[in-house]
């Protein structure tokens, strides 16, 4: 594979997941596969390249997806595109989930926010092969429920096997489950630190105290997966924008064991 060369992608359909984050299905000119965790750099001519986790399972064949939150100048173009239109992408870059080590194991997945788009990929790929693993569950949170992504998703992930506990930071009247950030779930929910993984992806600020929370109910820093999705602009290496202490997030991440930065100075920043 190499990194510097560009598949042209069709898109096939958007779906409008909130107001300012979008689903984009994209087929590639060529044949393409990614291993969940991994990520892509995705172009647009003449405006510039951004970083994204596709949001769909590892095993789907075709077509695949990437979720995008519309945060700046290459993301507001994206969400001008329309079906039709052509993109590129450059990938997949970077480390993925290592499912063999999820194996025989409770897997846990705390997401905040577009976070989920990762978790999806995941959570996708371990509903495909449930059997492998004594337990999945996802906990996760948004600001509000207008904020929640894949919304009519969440029942069909449940009927698959997984088990979902889902909360807002400010509910409104019609919002039936819990209110507060995301670790509170912990509250009603018990965990299997012994024998299970947890793997956290969202905001810093949700991740830095979603790990701390983690530790505090005993879960062990290997066996704590964070997705440092960092300023990932080359995608090899080269440009040492996306530094975590010695690593690059584009080259020896974006998939690390807590245990490996969980000494680095600023890793939430």
Avoid at 111 to 127: F, I, K, N, Q, W
Wanted: aromatic fraction near 10%; charge should be positive.
């Amino acid at each position: 594979m190499d990194p510097y060369k560009t598949i042209n992608c069709k898109v096939i359909k958007i779906i409008e997941e909130t107001s300012l984050i979008k689903t984009f299905i994209l087929e590639p000119e060529k044949k393409f596969s990614f291993a969940t965790g991994q990520f892509i750099q995705l172009t647009m001519p003449k405006i510039g390249e951004s970083p994204f986790t596709p949001s769909s399972s590892q095993f789907a064949k075709g077509p695949f997806e990437v979720t995008i939150m519309k945060a700046g100048r290459v993301t507001e173009k994206l969400h001008e595109l329309k079906a039709n239109d052509t993109v590129g992408i450059r990938g997949p870059l970077g480390t993925s989930y290592p499912l063999s080590e999820f194996e025989g194991k409770e897997v846990l997945l705390l997401g905040g926010g577009v976070g989920m788009a990762p978790l999806r990929s995941l959570l996708l790929t371990l509903l495909y092969e449930k059997d492998k693993y004594n337990k999945i569950t996802l906990l996760y949170g948004a600001k509000n429920p207008a904020d929640i992504v894949y919304r009519d998703q969440f029942e069909s992930w449940k009927k698959r096997g997984a088990e979902i506990c889902r909360t807002v930071d400010a509910a409104d009247k019609d919002w039936k489950e819990k209110e507060g950030v995301v670790t509170c779930l912990f509250d009603d929910y018990s965990v299997n630190p012994k024998n299970g993984v947890a793997v956290v992806c969202g905001p810093p600020i949700m991740m830095k105290f979603g790990t701390f929370k983690l530790l505090e109910l005993g879960y062990a820093p290997e066996s704590i997966y964070l997705s440092m999705e960092k300023n990932m602009s080359c995608g090899i290496g080269k440009c040492g924008h996306c530094g975590v202490g010695k690593y690059f997030a584009c080259k020896d991440g974006p998939v690390f064991k807590y245990s490996l930065i969980k000494d680095i100075e600023g890793i939430w920043e």
